[in-house]
């Protein structure tokens, strides 16, 4: 069974800070994928890491994957306002006999950016 | 381009009551994902749904089915409702795993409450 711990689950920052978001995971995943949900709305795609040592950066947010560590990062570089959400990262586990496979989400860090 | 819609927006039920709630998944994915979301906490995977059939399930009791239909919109149906499924139910779409390596999108979720 694959398990998703993120650390902090709540972080209240300054804007112009920079943080990091920590992301642990139990057994091998192929994929580690990262999401941003505003409240009251669903879930935004924010990235795909594919491999171990995968970086990919997006504007302030830049997440990256070391799969023997099982560890996932998403820093925030000089954070602002619109930033404010919650991140979620999830683990990917495949089946292959069944041709199918899950997403398994950590609780999620509340990022509040304060003026 | 549509992306995944949800119906309805929101639901109230009452305990032992069942309820159907409806997915139609991106234009050209194939396979939708069920996830319940509880307050404050992560998505968390029910079943998913590929050529009409339930590939892969999570850790929920039978009260919880789906369907899928040709079109590749899907149904989750729960009966015999308790309080503790008051929730945020998201649906995800995707082209089959192994055809790609984009992640799932979300629809806006129905808001399920029970009383």
């Known amino acids: 069974e694959l398990k998703v711990e993120q650390n902090p689950l709540f972080l209240s920052m300054q804007e112009g800070k920079n943080y990091t978001i920590y992301c642990n995971y139990s057994t091998t995943s192929d994929r580690l994928y990262w999401y941003r949900q505003d409240p009251g709305k669903s879930l935004e795609s924010l990235f795909v890491?594919?491999?171990?040592?995968a970086v990919k950066q997006e504007g302030r947010l830049m997440a990256s994957l070391d799969t023997k560590a099982r560890l996932s990062t998403l820093h925030i570089t000089a954070a602002v306002h619109d930033l404010s959400a919650t991140y979620f990262c999830a683990g990917y586990l495949a089946y292959s006999g069944a041709g199918s496979y899950q997403l398994t989400f950590g609780k999620g860090t509340k990022l509040s950016v304060i003026p | 381009d549509a992306g995944v819609t949800q119906s309805p927006t929101h639901l109230i039920k009452t305990r032992g009551q069942q309820v159907t709630l409806r997915c139609s998944p991106k234009?050209?994915?194939?396979?939708v994902s069920w996830y319940q979301q509880a307050l404050g906490q992560g998505p968390q995977f029910i079943f998913q749904?590929?050529?009409?059939?339930?590939?892969q399930r999570g850790n929920f009791p039978d009260r919880f089915s789906g369907h899928q239909f040709p079109n590749y919109s899907s149904e989750l149906n729960v009966n015999a409702l308790l309080l503790g499924d008051s929730a945020l139910y998201l649906c995800?779409?995707?082209?089959?795993?192994?055809?790609?390596?984009?992640?799932?999108?979300f629809g806006d979720g129905t808001r399920l409450s029970i009383l």
């Open positions: 749904y590929y050529e009409e059939e339930e590939r």
């Open positions: 234009s050209g994915h194939d396979t």
């Open positions: 995800a779409s995707s082209r089959r795993q192994t055809y790609s390596n984009q992640p799932q999108h």
């Open positions: 890491l594919l491999s171990n040592g």
